[in-house]
T-cell receptor, first 111, second 114 residues
């Protein structure tokens, strides 16, 4: 019962451009998180935004959350080739720590 | 730094074998999780444990069992491996908190069942 739906499934950009990924979900959440996965590796937590927050920044990352539309976006500014990876959103709600992961966006940043 | 380790990065087993995948975390997390990841299907939760000896089925528990005898260790068991269990298996851990529940992942085990 996956809750997060991500868009686009794949994104290819040039180095220096911004990358935007979107995530939609279906029910009320406590928080929404973004993770990154390099090919063949485990996921790494990037940023968490709580349901009462609208925007959060971390370095070149900017996350927005619109609970009325049940959607979030992740913006990576001034992308680098090293940002090439899959990015997943995950929603957290009142179930003791479980998360529901989206299917991910594959980002390719060309040098 | 939180560290989650998995016993093997790559594993090849034969159909019908019993397979153990082990996961250890060093952050005193209450929660531990086993996921499998397949192309086009994302991460699917197999089992979840919120305390020692406690477990909960996830979305796809069939064909799997788990064991959590110590807080830091969570094992996934394939009682009789089948080819459709060929996949990437990811272990994760987190605090049992609704608001600060970011998960920390191990490097993954790529299991091939022949």
């Amino acid at each position: 019962s996956q809750q997060g739906e991500e868009d686009p499934q794949a994104l290819s950009i040039q180095e220096g451009e911004n990358a935007t990924m979107n995530c939609s979900y279906k029910t009320s959440i406590n928080n929404l998180q973004w993770y990154r996965q390099n090919s063949g590796r485990g996921l790494v937590h990037l940023i968490l935004i709580r349901s009462n927050e609208r925007e959060k920044h971390s370095g070149r990352l900017r996350v927005t959350l619109d609970t009325s539309k049940k959607s979030s976006s992740l913006l990576i500014t001034a992308s680098r080739a090293a940002d090439t990876a899959s990015y997943f959103c995950a929603t957290g709600y009142n179930q003791g720590g479980k998360l529901i992961f989206g299917q991910g966006t594959e980002l390719s940043v060309k040098p | 730094d939180v560290k989650v380790t998995q016993s093997s990065r790559y594993l090849v087993k034969r159909t019908g074998e019993k397979v153990f995948l082990e996961c250890v975390q060093d952050m005193d997390h209450e929660n531990m999780f086993w996921y499998r990841q397949d192309p086009g299907l994302g991460l699917r939760l197999i089992y979840f444990s919120y305390d020692v000896k406690m477990k909960e089925k996830g979305d796809i528990p069939e064909g799997y069992s788990v064991s959590r005898e110590k807080k830091e260790r969570f094992s996934l068991i394939l009682e009789s491996a089948s080819t459709n269990q060929t996949s990437m298996y990811l272990c994760a851990s987190s605090f049992r908190d609704h608001y600060y529940n970011e998960q920390f992942f191990g490097p993954g085990t790529r299991l091939t069942v022949l």
